[in-house]
């Protein structure tokens, strides 16, 4: 029997350099994570009070005027948000611990949800649940249920789908978050996440009613 043909497929080499530097590709693939709107916006969760992470976000973010609705500074806001509220709830959290999330999620480059198959947001908010666990490259049961978690993340914004949006991933990430802190033994209040997304107005590639986010879902 002849070799069966293999496929010819016309893959396009998409540059990660190429497309950060294009007209069309905004904040959210622009700059390491080092940039002004990064350190400001991290600054401001400094001293940030309350205990629920997605009421966390939206009031710092109504104090960042100008923030871009995508961009990489939520890769390291998102994570010290969980970690500052569980802080606030009377968890022993030292503050170089917070520092240290910051730096991670410094590292993570823009468009990583379309390049690396996984959210900065989500990262963010994973480095906070490695930072709770201990968890380290060598370390075999933390490192395994870091990535549990991390697939759980992934699972819900795949389960959510629609176009790219750094504010519907933070809902995510936070909403995961949440549960699976209190089964460590960090508690967080109740929150509705269905519906509750104010950042709508701003995102041009909003998918409305589509996204559980939408305010119209209520």
């Avoid at 016309?10 to 390491?32: L, Q």
């Avoid at 500052?84 to 990583?112: F, H, K, M, T």
């Avoid at 519906?195 to 939408?214: I, L, M, Q, W």
Wanted: with cysteine.
């Amino acid at each position: 029997m002849a070799k069966a043909q293999r496929k010819r497929r016309n893959i396009r080499r998409i540059s990660y350099e190429d497309f950060r530097n294009a007209v069309d590709a905004d904040a959210c693939c622009a700059g390491d994570g080092t940039d002004t709107t990064t350190t400001l916006a991290t600054l401001i969760a400094r001293e940030a009070e309350g205990t629920k992470p997605a009421e966390m976000l939206e009031e710092l973010l109504s104090r960042g005027e100008g923030t871009p609705v995508h961009g990489v500074w939520h890769h390291a806001l998102v994570g010290e948000i969980l970690l500052r509220c569980v802080q606030n709830a009377g968890y022993q959290i030292a503050d170089d611990l917070i520092d240290e999330i910051i730096d991670r999620g410094r590292q993570i480059p823009g468009g990583s949800c379309g390049f690396l198959g996984t959210c900065g947001a989500l990262s963010s908010a994973a480095s906070a649940y490695a930072i709770l666990l201990g968890s380290t490259p060598v370390a075999t049961e933390q490192r395994e249920r870091l990535i549990e978690f991390a697939a759980k993340m992934v699972a819900r914004l795949a389960e959510i789908g629609g176009s790219r949006c750094c504010k519907k991933s933070s809902y995510a990430a936070l909403e995961v978050a949440r549960d699976e802190f209190a089964e460590l033994g960090f508690e967080l209040p109740e929150e509705e996440f269905e519906g509750r997304c104010p950042f709508f107005a701003s995102n041009e590639t909003c998918d409305g009613d589509t996204c559980v986010y939408f305010p119209r879902r209520r």
